[in-house]
């Protein structure tokens, strides 16, 4: 508290260890120190990458992001298999946190290897995204790894092309391996047997069956 008497001087009130410390530091005799904190700024990092669906990753980054083309850029990601059972994965487009400067962007990929490694990666060079801050992402910091999420394919027909053949046609692309020509794992009912595989095209599964009876129903089971 200060006050001024009537000459016009100041007079300030305090306790003796106060003013000792406060005529200390005036005198210059005294040293302080002390850290500054709210203003120290730091390069983004890539905190999480997950997957979100067979076609969806979603990369989480330790801070706030500028909005602008480089944050949406395709060619800033990359998603790579850890092994060679996973598929290669390609980035089609960028969708941002919906505010004004976004935690997490969404990928949108290709189908991936469901439960296999991968490792996701943003762009830590020229044009790399950068903070709210105008700060680019570290080189240290901008890998992260997640397990892929595949879609298991579902039989959109099965049709008999003749008495001793069916065809079945799959909502994807199969991988033609000794699984899908085992010709075990095709089990029809009412007496129909699988015979062997004749072909994989792509979706379609070509089987070569025993004798069909015209008018009979078959269910089939893969397993």
Known sequence: MANIDAEGSIAVACSLSTEASLLGILNGSVSQSFLATGNMV?????????????????FTFDQAMKNDSR???????????????????YVSSVEPE????????DLTVNEMTGGVGYQGRVNAG??????RLDIAINFSGNTASFFGEGENPTIVS?????SNRVDITFSEPMLDNDSIRDPTNYIFDNGLTTIAILNVV????ELVTSDQVPGIIYNLMIG
Request: hydrophobic share 40%; net charge positive.
């Open 126 to 131: 020229l044009n790399a995204p950068v903070s």
């Open 202 to 205: 792509s979706n379609r599964v």
């Open 158 to 162: 099965v049709e008999a092309i003749g």
């Open 98 to 105: 919906g505010v004004l400067n976004p935690t997490y962007v």
């Open 71 to 89: 944050l949406i850029d395709p060619t800033n990601y990359f998603v790579t298999p850890s092994s060679s059972s996973g598929v290669a994965v």
């Open 42 to 58: 730091s390069a983004p990092r890539l905190s999480s990458v997950v997957a979100l669906s067979g076609y969806k990753v979603r």
